[in-house]
């Protein structure tokens, strides 16, 4: 499939379509992007755009996970 065939596909999906998507494929996707540095460069922008329009409690929610996970590697 080509990108534009894959990107119309999931714009068919269902809430849960897209849920189960990035239950199953995306936690391998995101692996695969965060250790690409250069990726990671270009898409803070755009990370920190969305996180500025999330609820408080959603970012104070991630910023605790975060926080979590920082403290864990630690160990």
Same mark, same amino acid.
Request: glycine content about 8%; hydrophobic content about 40%; proline content about 3%.
């Given at each position: =499939?080509?990108?534009?065939?894959?990107? *119309?596909?999931?714009?068919?999906?269902?809430?849960?379509?897209?849920?189960?998507?990035? #239950?199953?494929?995306?936690?391998?996707?995101?692996?695969?992007?965060?250790?690409?540095? #250069?990726? =990671? *460069?270009? =898409? +803070?922008?755009?990370?920190?755009?969305?996180?500025?329009?999330?609820?408080? $409690? +959603?970012?104070?929610? +991630?910023?605790?996970? +975060?926080? $979590? $996970? $920082?403290?864990?590697?630690?160990?």
């Amino acid at each position: =499939m080509t990108y534009e065939e894959v990107k *119309a596909a999931f714009g068919e999906f269902t809430r849960d379509e897209r849920q189960r998507f990035l #239950e199953e494929v995306g936690m391998g996707l995101c692996q695969e992007m965060v250790s690409d540095s #250069e990726f =990671m *460069a270009r =898409m +803070m922008p755009r990370c920190m755009e969305m996180m500025g329009q999330m609820p408080q $409690a +959603m970012r104070q929610r +991630m910023q605790e996970w +975060m926080g $979590a $996970a $920082a403290e864990g590697k630690k160990s």
